[in-house]
């Protein structure tokens, strides 16, 4: 099964607002809560956004998730140069009887 | 501190088998079941299964079934993840990954990652 759907590549500028999307179907997302993850260059996965719309303790509140059907979106307010990274959303599938993840989104401050 | 500690980067060569182990400390193990994700190079992750430390109930991707098995001791808190009939495809960095909520075995997330174990399949 391929993954869910996210564009390769995001910018911004610092203090600016970004937001990045996940695309499934009613197999996953449509059916299911959104995790998203966060991943610097060289480093491992890191829990950002979990149940669609919860912060783990440590996260700052510029994270925020949201979902509408089967697409969620990940914002990012008051953009950092510390916020580079990759972002993976990803949500159980059905099909899978697993986890599935989203290619993917690199994000860049500018 | 709550942690997971993988094992060390391994070579192996195509059709070889390769374990990876990861040691978990700071929390409860056996409440909480591990998940294995991989990462190719340059690539984004692939969920491979997960396996419940308080039950030894295991789920496997279906592209790894077959060749995989995930394991756990909890006398020395530590899960593994054996491979086997490597190729080349498998070259990957492999995690471990605490499964949350506790005791959950669907819909969950992974609430903590260990470091990440590099298996280069070369001959």
Same mark, same amino acid.
């Given at each position: 099964q391929s993954g869910l759907t996210q564009p390769p590549s995001a &910018? !911004?500028?610092?203090? @600016?607002?970004?937001?990045?999307?996940?695309?499934g179907s009613t197999s996953n997302i449509g059916? %299911?809560?959104? #995790?998203? %993850?966060? @991943?610097?260059? =060289?480093t491992a996965p890191q829990l950002l956004i979990y149940k669609t +719309?919860?912060?783990? &303790? !440590?996260?700052? +509140?510029?994270?925020? =998730? &949201?979902?509408? =059907?089967?697409?969620?979106?990940l914002a990012i307010s008051g953009l950092q140069s510390e916020d580079e990274a990759v972002y993976y959303c990803a949500s159980w599938s059905d099909s899978l009887n697993g986890v599935l993840f989203g290619g993917g989104t690199k994000l860049t401050v500018l | 501190q709550v942690q997971l500690v993988q094992s060390g980067a391994e070579v192996k060569k195509p059709?070889?088998? $390769?374990?990876v182990s990861c040691k978990a400390s700071g929390y409860r193990f056996t409440n909480y079941a591990i998940g294995w994700v991989r990462q190719a190079p340059g690539q984004g992750l692939e969920w491979m299964g997960w396996i419940a430390t308080y039950n030894d109930n295991r789920? %496997?991707?279906? #592209?790894?079934? !077959?060749? $995989?098995?995930?394991?756990t001791d909890a006398a020395t808190t530590t899960a593994y993840m054996e491979l086997r009939s490597l190729t080349s495809d498998d070259t990957a960095v492999y995690y471990c990954a605490r499964v949350s909520p506790p005791f959950t075995s669907s819909y969950y997330y992974f609430d903590l990652w260990g470091q990440g174990t590099l298996v280069t399949v070369s001959s």
């Amino acid at each position: 099964q391929s993954g869910l759907t996210q564009p390769p590549s995001a &910018s !911004g500028t610092p203090g @600016q607002r970004i937001s990045i999307s996940c695309s499934g179907s009613t197999s996953n997302i449509g059916s %299911y809560t959104v #995790n998203w %993850y966060q @991943q610097v260059p =060289g480093t491992a996965p890191q829990l950002l956004i979990y149940k669609t +719309d919860q912060r783990p &303790s !440590g996260v700052p +509140d510029r994270f925020s =998730g &949201s979902k509408s =059907g089967t697409s969620a979106s990940l914002a990012i307010s008051g953009l950092q140069s510390e916020d580079e990274a990759v972002y993976y959303c990803a949500s159980w599938s059905d099909s899978l009887n697993g986890v599935l993840f989203g290619g993917g989104t690199k994000l860049t401050v500018l | 501190q709550v942690q997971l500690v993988q094992s060390g980067a391994e070579v192996k060569k195509p059709g070889a088998s $390769v374990k990876v182990s990861c040691k978990a400390s700071g929390y409860r193990f056996t409440n909480y079941a591990i998940g294995w994700v991989r990462q190719a190079p340059g690539q984004g992750l692939e969920w491979m299964g997960w396996i419940a430390t308080y039950n030894d109930n295991r789920k %496997y991707a279906q #592209n790894v079934q !077959g060749r $995989v098995a995930m394991t756990t001791d909890a006398a020395t808190t530590t899960a593994y993840m054996e491979l086997r009939s490597l190729t080349s495809d498998d070259t990957a960095v492999y995690y471990c990954a605490r499964v949350s909520p506790p005791f959950t075995s669907s819909y969950y997330y992974f609430d903590l990652w260990g470091q990440g174990t590099l298996v280069t399949v070369s001959s």
